[in-house]
């Protein structure tokens, strides 16, 4: 049985948007939206924004 990628192999490029905030989040390159989730909790926690 073949393996099925993620969401269809499915990325997200914050190429074109380098002068906003959420490049600093993101970054510039291509990531999945499970990537997407993990880096934004790194930079709650890491900007102590949770309550946690």
């Known amino acids: 049985m073949a393996v099925?990628?993620?969401f269809?192999?499915?990325t997200i490029s914050?190429?074109?948007v380098?002068?906003?905030p959420i490049s600093k989040v993101f970054g510039k390159g291509k990531i999945?939206?499970?990537e997407m989730?993990?880096?934004l909790?790194?930079?709650v926690k890491?900007?102590?924004l949770s309550n946690s």
């Open 18 to 20: 380098s002068d906003w």
């Open 37 to 39: 989730t993990k880096l």
């Open 14 to 16: 914050f190429d074109s």
């Open 8 to 10: 269809g192999g499915y």
């Open 4 to 6: 099925k990628k993620p």
């Open 41 to 43: 909790w790194k930079f």
């Open 46 to 48: 890491g900007n102590k």
């Open 32 to 34: 999945t939206p499970s």
